[in-house]
C-alpha cells in the first residue's frame, strides 16, 4: 500500500525549493492561486517559480494523497499489474510521477508532459536527486498536440488535468489518453460533482471504445448513482508545517476528495464491490452503501451475524469488498 504521505525525498527536495524564500509570498501566491481553482480556474494563473512553488506546497500533499489511494484501489484489483513504462500527462509538478513510483517498482521510464513552464521547471528540480526520477523525460507543450507523437505506455495517468479543459477538447483528449494506454489508464479528478461527471463521460466514452473499469466499480455497465448523489471518495493526509503555515490551517491532516476511474484493456473477473459512503455502525447492525455487480446496494448487516458483523466493522469508505459467500 503507498501511504498518503509526500515520501521523504520529495518532501526534502520540497524543503531545500523552500529555504531563502519568503513564506509571506509564497502563502500569499497560494492563496491567489486556491481561490483561482475554488473559482473554477485553471492552472494558467501559475506563471513564476514562486507560484509554482505555492501550488506544489498547497496542493501536491492532497493529489498526491489522491493518486495514491487510486493507485493502491488499482493494485487491490490488479495484484499482478507491474508496468514498465508511465505517461504522466498534464503532470504539473510530477505529483501523480512520485506517487506511481512508489507504487509500482516495476517502472523504469517516465515520461512526463504538461503546458506550464513554471511547473515543469519545479518538477525538473524535485526530481534531480531522486534515485528513481532523475531521468525522466518532460516535453512541454499542448497535450493533445504532445500525445500524438509519444510513445505509449503501460500506465497513463492524468491527474487533476481533464477539468482544465473544455468539453470537446477534453472528449479528443480522453480518445489519445486511450490510444496511448498499452495496460491501465488512471483519471484523478477533484470529488466534486463536476469532477464525478467528467469522470463518468470518459468513463462511458472509454467504455465505448472497448476499455473495462479496474476500479472502483465492479462492472462495465452504467454508474448506478442517480443525481444529486455522485460517487467520490476521501482521503486523510497529514499536513507538514509549511503545509499548515502557507494555508493558516489549525489542524494537522486535511480530508481530499477525489473521483477517479481506472480502465484497462483487459476486462477483469471476480471485481469486488466497493463502498460509496463511510459504513454507519449500530449497535443492531452496520449500513454500508455499497456498489456491486448487481448495482446499488443498501446493505444492513446485523449483529446477530457475528462473522459479518466483525467483517462490516472493517469497512471504510472506498475499500474493496470480495464477495465471501
Ligand atoms: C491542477 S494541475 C495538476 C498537476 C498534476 N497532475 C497534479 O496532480 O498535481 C493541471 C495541470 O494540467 C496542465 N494542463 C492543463 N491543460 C493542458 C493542456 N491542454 N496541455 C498540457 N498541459 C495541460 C496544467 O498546465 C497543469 O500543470
Redesign the pocket.
Known amino acids: 500500500m503507498t501511504s498518503p504521505s509526500l515520501p521523504a525525498e520529495l518532501k526534502a527536495a520540497l524543503d531545500a525549493k523552500l529555504q531563502g524564500v519568503s513564506r509571506n509570498e509564497t502563502a500569499a501566491r497560494a492563496a491567489l492561486i486556491s481561490r483561482t481553482y475554488r473559482d473554477g480556474g485553471?492552472?494558467v494563473a501559475?506563471q513564476s517559480s514562486t507560484d509554482a512553488l505555492a501550488y506544489a506546497l498547497a496542493?501536491?500533499p492532497a493529489?498526491?494523497a489522491a493518486?495514491a489511494a487510486s493507485l493502491n484501489a488499482l493494485c487491490e484489483v490488479r495484484p499482478d499489474f507491474a508496468p514498465k513504462t508511465l505517461l504522466?500527462?498534464?503532470?504539473?509538478?510530477g505529483?501523480?510521477s512520485w506517487a506511481a513510483v512508489e507504487a509500482f517498482s516495476s517502472l523504469t521510464s517516465f515520461a512526463l508532459?504538461?503546458?506550464?513552464a513554471a511547473?515543469r521547471a519545479l518538477a525538473l528540480d524535485l526530481a534531480r536527486g531522486s534515485a528513481r526520477l532523475g531521468d525522466l523525460k518532460y516535453d512541454k507543450?499542448?497535450?493533445?498536440a504532445?500525445l500524438a507523437r509519444s510513445e505509449s505506455a503501460d500506465l497513463v495517468v492524468?491527474?487533476?488535468?481533464i477539468g482544465?479543459?473544455g468539453e470537446a477538447?477534453r472528449t479528443r483528449?480522453a480518445e489519445s489518453l486511450w490510444n496511448k494506454t498499452r495496460d491501465t489508464l488512471l483519471v484523478?479528478e477533484p470529488g466534486t460533482p463536476a469532477g464525478y461527471q467528467r469522470i463518468l463521460a470518459l468513463r462511458r466514452q472509454l467504455l465505448a471504445a472497448g476499455a473495462h473499469v479496474a476500479a472502483p466499480c465492479p462492472h462495465d455497465d452504467a454508474c448506478p448513482l442517480s443525481a444529486p448523489d455522485w460517487c467520490h471518495f476521501t482521503q486523510r493526509l497529514p499536513r507538514s508545517r509549511a503545509h499548515m503555515q502557507l494555508k493558516a490551517a489549525e489542524l494537522p491532516f486535511e480530508d481530499e476528495k477525489f473521483a477517479y476511474v481506472a480502465l484497462t484493456r483487459a476486462p477483469l473477473r471476480g471485481r469486488p464491490a466497493r463502498v460509496l459512503a463511510q459504513p454507519v455502525v449500530g449497535k443492531a447492525e452496520i449500513s454500508a452503501k455499497l456498489c456491486t455487480t448487481e448495482g446499488l446496494v443498501m446493505a444492513r448487516i446485523p449483529h446477530r451475524i457475528k462473522a459479518d458483523y466483525v467483517r462490516a466493522k472493517r469497512w471504510r469508505w472506498g475499500d474493496a469488498v470480495m464477495d465471501e459467500s
Open positions: 485553471s492552472s501559475i496542493r501536491m493529489t498526491y493518486v504522466d500527462v498534464g503532470a504539473g509538478p505529483t501523480a508532459l504538461d503546458d506550464n511547473l507543450g499542448e497535450a493533445g504532445l492524468a491527474s487533476y488535468m482544465e479543459l477538447a483528449l484523478v
